[in-house]
């Protein structure tokens, strides 16, 4: 079964960093990619980072391009998310995702959700 557990959330200055986790399991890491997708309110979502673990190669949307990175400790089964220089717009609930590497940035099918975790920046 696989699950993924977001963790990190909180209230962030604008301008602050904030780093956000994912704990995954029950999936093999070469067949799959773990996927960062957000929801602002009134919003669609956005995938703004993701990582094929296969290739080890990460990938960001411009939105969030030279602030946030992804980074996975494969022996902790963790994805983290560092997000830097955090902007009103970047308030959202953050989602961790698993998709099959099938298909390529931006156009990936998220199969499994996790339950989100909320970022919300003040201005």
């Known amino acids: 079964e696989v699950q993924l557990v977001e963790s990190g959330g909180g209230l962030v200055q604008t301008g602050g960093s904030l780093r956000i986790s994912c704990a995954h399991s029950?999936?093999?890491?070469?067949?799959?990619?773990i996927g960062w997708v957000r929801q602002a309110p009134g919003k669609a979502r956005e995938g703004i980072a993701a990582?094929?673990?296969?290739?080890?190669?990460?990938y960001y949307a411009d939105s969030v391009k030279g602030r946030f990175t992804l980074s996975s400790d494969n022996a902790k089964r963790t994805v983290y998310l560092q997000m830097n220089s955090l902007k009103p717009e970047d308030t959202a609930i953050y989602y961790c995702?698993?998709?099959?590497?099938?298909?390529?940035?931006?156009?990936?099918?998220?199969?499994?959700w996790g339950q989100g975790t909320q970022v919300t920046v003040a201005s």
């Open positions: 990582i094929v673990f296969f290739y080890n190669r990460t």
């Open positions: 995702t698993q998709f099959l590497p099938s298909r390529e940035w931006p156009h990936l099918r998220y199969d499994y």
């Open positions: 029950g999936f093999e890491l070469e067949d799959f990619g």
